[in-house]
């Protein structure tokens, strides 16, 4: 199992990007849960998650500018990132969990990096 986040790029602050995670491998062994971010110096924190029932978490400093949505097969996800600020500067990763027999397994992305000039 892969996860594969795309998406990152350099954009103005307002500006707007979209992030996408897939994974890869068989059917309904993984399910994509969140978006987490991780600045130079700073450690990973959670930017938003979608739990097995659709409820979604943000964190205070994206709520309202960020928005997590995942396929019905819960092996896709993306986050649309709008007005964004110099500090979401940082690299993006994506985490799901393993189903069946990769359950208790996490799995992540390899990042994308997200820089935003003001």
């Known amino acids: 199992v892969q996860l594969q986040a795309s998406g990152g790029g350099l954009v103005q602050a307002g500006g707007s990007l979209r992030l996408s995670c897939s994974s890869s491998?068989?059917?309904?062994?993984?399910?994509?849960i969140g978006w987490y971010r991780q600045a130079p110096g700073n450690q990973r924190e959670l930017v938003a998650d979608i739990n097995d029932l659709g409820t979604r978490t943000y964190a205070g400093s994206v709520k309202g500018r960020f928005t997590i949505a995942r396929d019905s097969d819960e092996s896709t996800m993306t986050l649309q990132m709008n007005s964004l600020k110099p500090e979401d500067t940082a690299v993006y990763y994506c985490?799901?969990?393993?189903?069946?027999?990769?359950?208790?397994?996490?799995?992540w992305g390899q990042g994308t990096q997200v820089t935003v000039s003001s």
């Open positions: 491998g068989k059917p309904f062994s993984v399910r994509v």
């Open positions: 985490k799901g969990v393993g189903l069946r027999n990769y359950r208790g397994r996490d799995y």
